[in-house]
Every structure is written in C-alpha cells, then in structure tokens.
C-alpha cells in the first residue's frame, strides 16, 4: 500500500514536534530489581550517545519492528504469522537503536507483554507510525525470527510499546534471543 511506503519514509524522517503523552494502561511489574537490558557483548540496549553509533557500525541489528498490512502489494514481503499471511515493508520502521529499555511484564490475569520503551528518537518514529497505520501491525523480530505481532489500535505517544507473548516462557525466550541466546 503506498501509504505504507510514505508512512515509513515519514517514520524515518525528521521526528514530529513533541504532543502530549497519556499514562500507560498497564504498569510493569518488575522481575528483577533493574528491568533487563540486552547484554550481548557488542550490543547494548540502553546505548548512551556514543555508544549508539558504535553498536550501528560494530554490529548487526538484533531488534527490529516491521510494518505489515493484511492486502499484499508491491514492495511488501509475504511474512508467516501462524498459518496466514502478513505483508511487511522490507525495511523496519523501528530498530534496536530507538530502543532505551526493554522489560518483562505481567498484567492482571497473568497475561504477559514485553515493553519496548523508545529513546526520544524511537518516540517521535514510533508516535508517528502509529498515528498513520491504526488497524495495520508492527511485526517484532529478534536476531531475524518472528517474536511478536502487535496489531496497531491507537496512536502511542509516550514512546512505551506494550506487545503480548503467549506466556511467561514464551517473554523468557524472547528476553533470550535478544541477549543473544546466552
């Protein structure tokens, strides 16, 4: 769809001016004292400035966040998500370097989320993403697997992004692949 093309151009552009944040509907219950970062060896998750730069030319990228639609069209990539098909862009809209911190969280009912929650660049993409595309999905992928799919139902101003797992053994393993599976 060309608006998805013209959205992720947009995403990757200059960010939008900053807009009102409204508070999350769900509070992070912490696991450990400090919520978990990446720590991979080359890869933090919580890159200060100039360690930003150095993970984007060491490294390749572990943590990416694609833009997907129901309707298959040209320059879409056919994704697998259980037995039906999603078309992504090819690029992501979201990558680990717009990533301040990712945390484990368990909701009423035991349902379980992992938040990935933005830098201010990461915030401005993600805002804007998310105003454009309600009803499509952002597709989380982790060292190139499909982890997660979050299908986009509100604009997300405040830089934290909520995506459901199956469970807490299925966060746990996702919490892995991202340290790199150690």
Do not use: W
């Not at 995403?11 to 919520?35: F, I, K, M, N, Y």
């Not at 572990?62 to 040209?74: D, P, S």
């Amino acid at each position: 769809m060309k608006i998805l093309l013209k959205l992720a151009i947009l995403a990757l552009s200059a960010g939008l001016a900053a807009c009102q944040q409204t508070a999350p509907r769900r509070v992070p219950e912490p696991v450990d004292p400090a919520p978990p970062v990446i720590q991979s060896s080359n890869v933090p998750a919580a890159p200060t400035a100039s360690a930003a730069t150095a993970s984007r030319t060491q490294s390749p990228t572990v943590i990416t966040l694609h833009l997907a639609q129901e309707k298959a069209e040209a320059p879409l990539v056919a994704v697998d998500v259980g037995g039906t098909s999603l078309y992504a862009l090819p690029q992501p809209v979201l990558t680990q370097a717009d990533l301040l911190r990712v945390t484990p969280v368990t909701a009423q009912g035991q349902r379980t989320f992992i938040l990935l929650e933005m830098n201010q660049s990461g915030q401005s993409k993600l805002r804007s993403v998310t105003a454009q595309a309600q009803g499509h999905y952002l597709l989380l992928s982790v060292q190139g697997q499909l982890a997660s799919v979050a299908r986009i139902s509100e604009t997300i101003s405040d830089g934290r992004l909520m995506i459901g797992t199956q469970n807490a053994q299925h966060t746990q393993a996702i919490l892995k692949l991202m340290q790199g599976g150690q």
